[in-house]
C-alpha cells in the first residue's frame, strides 16, 4: 500500500479496513477520549514505534492494517469475540516491548484483564489474580466500550480494560474506560462491544494507535545568540532578557549539533555539523562525538620513493581514508608544516627473524603528509636501513571515515 498513511486508520476509516472501522478525527465522527490521553502519553515517548517505516523498498510499510501491533477482528462484526495483534515494537516507560505476534485474543478470556481494574472472582486473570472479565450485556442495544492497550503483565503484553454497559436506545454512548491510566502505557484500539447469543461480541474496531518514528532525527547546528557565524555549546544565557538557564543539571546531559569550528585549537570537520555531547559537571564540558577516530592499517611492498593517494584502495596503491591532522602545534617540526596522525613501519617479509623493524612517524622528513596523499620517501640505501633486505611497509594511520 504505497498510497497510505500508516495513521489512516487512526485518522479515518483506514483503507481496506471498513468493515470494521468507521470512526475517525473528521469533523462527522465521534471522537474518543482515547485519541487525546495516547497523544500525552506520546509526548512522554509512549507509543508503536514502526521500525520498517524507514525500509523505502517495502511497499507495506504505510500500510494501517498490517504489522505495527495493528488489531484486528478475528471474525465477522456482531459474532466476533476475538481480535489478533500484528507483532510490533512499542515503547512503554522508556522499556522496549515486542507486542502481538500470537494466537487471536478473546475478549472473554481472565488472563487479559488485571485485578487493579477489575476485581471479580473468575481466576486466571494477570498474575493469577481474580477478576471480571467483561460480562455480555443485557439487551440487544446494549453497548460498551472495551480498549486493547499495551500492558506487560499480559499475554502478548497486551491488555483489556472495559466501561460500563449503556443501554443506546435511550440515546447514550458509552463512556471510554480509564482505569488503565494510572501507569504509563499506549492504546492499541477501541472496541465497540454488544450483546451476543452466548458472550459479549465485537462491533467495531478503530484504531488508535500513536506512532513514534525510528529517525533519522533531525539536529540543526547551535548558533550563538549575538554572531550569526559563532557556533556555540549550550549556555545558560542563549536568550536575552530572561533569567539565565541553570546548566548544569545533575544526572542530564545534552546531545546536540554545531560547526566544530573554535570548539577547539584544529577541529575536524570545520565548516560542517556534527554531533556533539555536553555532561552534567560543572563547568559546562563539551565533547565532540563525530567525526569517529579509528584505527586503520594497510600494508604495501616498498617501492621507494612511494606515493599513496588518500581515498583510494591499498590495491589500487592509496589509503581509503584520509589521516586526521595533529592538533597540537608543530612551529619546531622539521620541517614546519602540519603534522599528520601515520605511522609508517619498515620490514622484510623475505628475512623476518634476521631483520629488525624499523618505525618512522610523519614529520621525520623522509615521511611527509598532505591532504591528498602520503609521500615515503625513504629509500632502501639510507643508513638507517643499514643495507638490510627491508621489503615492505606497514602504514598506520588515525582517520574518521572521511
Aim: proline content about 7%; hydrophobic content about 40%; overall charge negative.
Amino acid at each position: 500500500m504505497p498510497n497510505t498513511d500508516l495513521s489512516e486508520g487512526h485518522n479515518k476509516t483506514a483503507t481496506s479496513a471498513g468493515a470494521y472501522q468507521f470512526e475517525g478525527l473528521r469533523d462527522t465522527d465521534v471522537l474518543s477520549t482515547t485519541t487525546l490521553t495516547n497523544i500525552t502519553e506520546n509526548l512522554l515517548g509512549n507509543g508503536v514505534i514502526p521500525v520498517g517505516l524507514n525500509n523505502y523498498n517495502d511497499a507495506n510499510r504505510n500500510n494501517p492494517i498490517q504489522g505495527n501491533c495493528c488489531v484486528t477482528p478475528n471474525g465477522a462484526m456482531g459474532t466476533a469475540k476475538e481480535i489478533t495483534v500484528a507483532t510490533g515494537t512499542v515503547c512503554v516507560d522508556g522499556m522496549y516491548y515486542t507486542v502481538g505476534g500470537g494466537a487471536a485474543i478473546d475478549i472473554t478470556a481472565a488472563a487479559n484483564y488485571h485485578a487493579d481494574y477489575h476485581p471479580g472472582a473468575t481466576p486466571g486473570g494477570m498474575a493469577g489474580a481474580n477478576v471480571a472479565p467483561i460480562p455480555n450485556g443485557t439487551a440487544a442495544t446494549d453497548e460498551a466500550i472495551l480498549l486493547v492497550y499495551v500492558d506487560p503483565r499480559g499475554p502478548q503484553n497486551i491488555g483489556f480494560v472495559y466501561g460500563s454497559y449503556v443501554d443506546t436506545a435511550t440515546g447514550q454512548y458509552p463512556s471510554t474506560p480509564f482505569a488503565h491510566l494510572v501507569r504509563q502505557t499506549t492504546v492499541l484500539a477501541w472496541l465497540r462491544i454488544g450483546k451476543g447469543g452466548a458472550n459479549p461480541v465485537i462491533h467495531q474496531v478503530e484504531d488508535k494507535r500513536t506512532f513514534i518514528r525510528a529517525g533519522p532525527m533531525a539536529l540543526s547546528s547551535l548558533i550563538d545568540k549575538d554572531n550569526a557565524t559563532d557556533h556555540e555549546n549550550p549556555r545558560n544565557d542563549m536568550i536575552a532578557g530572561l533569567n539565565a538557564a541553570n546548566l548544569p543539571i545533575t544526572d542530564m546531559g545534552l546531545l546536540y549539533a554545531r560547526d566544530p569550528t573554535a570548539h577547539n585549537i584544529a577541529p575536524e570537520g570545520a565548516g560542517q555539523t556534527h554531533l556533539f555531547y555536553q555532561t552534567d559537571v560543572a563547568p559546562l564540558t563539551s565533547f565532540q562525538l563525530t567525526p569517529v577516530h579509528r584505527q586503520s592499517k594497510a600494508v604495501f611492498p616498498w617501492v621507494a620513493p612511494m606515493t599513496l593517494n588518500y581515498g583510494a584502495a591499498p590495491a589500487a596503491g592509496g589509503l581509503s581514508y584520509t589521516p586526521l591532522q595533529v592538533i597540537e602545534s608543530n612551529a619546531g617540526a622539521v620541517p614546519a608544516t602540519p603534522l599528520w596522525l601515520v605511522k609508517c613501519t619498515f620490514v622484510s617479509r623475505a628475512a623476518a627473524d634476521a631483520v629488525p623493524e624499523i618505525v618512522m612517524n610523519e614529520g621525520n622528513g623522509l615521511i611527509t603528509s598532505s591532504a591528498t596523499q602520503l609521500t615515503i620517501g625513504a629509500d632502501p640505501g639510507f643508513p638507517v636501513f643499514g643495507g638490510l633486505p627491508y621489503d615492505h611497509v606497514i602504514v598506520e594511520y588515525t582517520h574518521a571515515g572521511k
